[in-house]
């Protein structure tokens, strides 16, 4: 069974508008949340991430809020342009460490000039 | 020279072939990571190698085959594989297996025909 569930494959937006990709998990020991970000024929990068002891995380334009009661995080883009259209994966860890990281399937972001 | 550098970039090999993949950071970093990449399906880790010592094997059949000479570099040795084995193959590193901040090479597109 999935633990880290990104139910929408797909998301377009209009260029100057906000993307909120969702995330949502089902470990409650989940204490570290990431976003990474995967242009086509590159490796995922590291784009933004989240402790459990907050509620928000900022860096520029990207956003990460996290829901700890209802399990759920998600990611902000203001204002959305062009070049973040890519596959945005959603991963959590419990008790630290990469040897635990659980990844989402993905959400792929389209964003229209 | 990007941090983490993979190659092939692509492979096609049939079932009864012995290949390689071969993965090199430039970061310094003391983690080294296989991950698996299906279509459809979240990113799965394979194996885990901390100071060159393997802490971490997920399961994967004995068809593949991980070595680790250093720190940096990491190879992934393939035989008798499966159609089913067919994805995207990732190198990641990281610091140590503490960090959940993993930095991908761009990944081998395999297919096994």
Redesign the interface.
Known sequence: D?Q?KQNSPSLSVQEGRISILNCDYTNSMFD?F?W?KKYP??????LI?ISSIKDKNEDGRFTVFLNKSAKHLSLHIVPSQPGDSAVY?C?A?AQ????K??????TKLTVNP | ETG?T?TP?HLVMGMTNKKSLKCEQHLGHN?M?WYKQSA????E?MF?YNFKEQ??NNSVPSRFSPECPNSSHLFLHLHTLQPEDSALY?C?S?RG???????????TQLSVL
Not at chain 1, 41 to 46: D, L, Q, R
Not at chain 1, 96 to 99: A, D, K, L, N, W
Not at chain 2, 97 to 107: A, D, H, I, N, T
């Open positions: 999935q880290v570290y990431l990474y024929a590159e490796g995922p990068t590291f991430s994966f991963a860890s630290g460490g990469s040897e990281l659980v990844f989402g399937k993905g | 983490v993979q970039r983690a990571y459809k399906k979240p990113l880790l885990v802490t971490e990732l990641a990281s297996v503490l960090s959940e901040k993993l930095f991908f090479g761009s990944g």
